[in-house]
């Protein structure tokens, strides 16, 4: 039988569930994204039908890694969405609400809507928060047409981007990296690299000047790519500034605030035509429920390891809801999502197995333009960890296929339906096992 349901079953179970006040399951996986869906379909076959319930409250469910490509005119916005009916696993039960409490000390998940879920096992997948608000004139600008200001990062604005870029004419195209943790880091740049790149084929490229403003002390977190990144900006002449905060938007006058991070009263502005804002991001505020659930800066707190909670055992993490100290990446949630189920079924099972450990791995395919690519792969020591026995620090068309075709194959198809766990396996073979 097909692993994916249809979605009038859906339709009935959901509103069933939902109709009901109290539920209790095996397994309660919080958040139905790129992590729960994964976990989900991971343990189905395992537990069995009706074991393990979701709490998702969207209808559709987003390839966000596709969205840079979008912003490009590289994809259409159509091929990044599915139904989220479509995507979770048959046997699965699924409450479309929003998670209002978690009380991990009786096991306990209360609903917006008024639902409480009972579990033996939890996984928390709930992602990270885009916070625009945090930025003071943001939202207001990305809400006004032609206002030039952009951001790849939400399904709502991301055709923005597009747009702006093949309106503009000539000025000043800026883009920013905020002060915060933000999901695949390498985004903020790639949306600078692809919009030039395009400005650039279109003829146009002398009426322009490009700025990235970054908030971080470094291009990229791990030398080996941050090297080559800069050869990148400086050959194509993008301006590139690090320690800068974005603070405000000032959309009537069309320019852009800048804070020096060590200096918080040097304060300024810089003129845009086109402006691509990455907004704050942080953990979900219900996260907060309970003070030990969370570290000093709200993130769900776990073993880097294993995953597991550090406080309460029958509490796992995967992606970006996570204190996991490596990048926010779809890639790290499918190597996180092997551990992750290996170490919870071992609960389950009550052994004393030897805990599966996970490296930190992550990756961030670093798109520099139509047809070229750079496949950052690596751990939580920044250290590269690459598939391909090639220098994956240099541009390379074979890369930007993967992750233009390759990748969203693999997350549609195997992903999702708990058969992809990242690359691993492909290293191992390819440097014939002579690769962690």
Known sequence: ?????????????????ASSN?????????????????????FRPKLGKNQIVVVEPNDKHYYQPMFTLVGGGIKPMEETNRLESS??????????????????????????????????????ALG?????????????????????????????????????????????AVFTFPNTPVKCAGAPLKACLISEDFIRKTGKRDKFNFYYRTSLPVIFSVKHYATKLHEVCSKRNVDVA?????VEVDYLNHEAFFKDVERPLDIRPIPYTMLHVTPPMGPPAVMQSHPDLVDHAGFLRVNKSTLKHDYFPNIYGIGDCTNLPTSKTAAAVA???????????????????????????TSCPLVTGVGTCIMAEFDY????????????????FSMYWMKKNLMPFLYWNFMLRGFWSGPKLVRKMLHLGLSP
Request: glycine share 8%; net charge neutral.
């Open 1 to 17: 039988m097909n692993n994916l349901r249809s979605p009038l079953y859906f339709t009935v179970v959901r509103f069933a569930s």
């Open 242 to 246: 690090l320690k800068q905060e974005l």
């Open 87 to 124: 995507v979770l696993p048959e046997g699965v039960i699924w409450i479309k609400d929003t998670v209002a409490n978690i009380d991990p000390e009786s096991s306990v998940v209360m609903t917006k809507l008024g639902t409480e879920i009972s579990y033996d096992y939890l996984v928390v």
């Open 381 to 396: 020591n920044l250290q590269p960890l690459e598939t391909f026995p090639i220098d994956q620090s240099k541009e390379h």
């Open 128 to 172: 990270i928060e885009l916070q625009y608000n945090k930025i003071k004139g943001l939202e207001e600008a990305l809400n006004i047409p032609d206002s030039g200001v952009c951001s790849n990062y939400s399904p709502k604005y991301v055709q923005r981007t597009y747009d702006t870029l093949s309106k503009i004419r000539e000025g000043n």
């Open 22 to 42: 109290k539920q209790s399951c095996k397994l309660l996986v919080l958040g139905g994204g790129t992590g729960g869906c994964t976990i989900a379909a991971k």
């Open 335 to 361: 190597a996180q999502s092997s551990v992750l189920y290996k170490n919870l079924l071992s609960d389950i099972k009550g052994s004393n197995a030897v805990k599966y450990k996970y490296d930190g791995y």
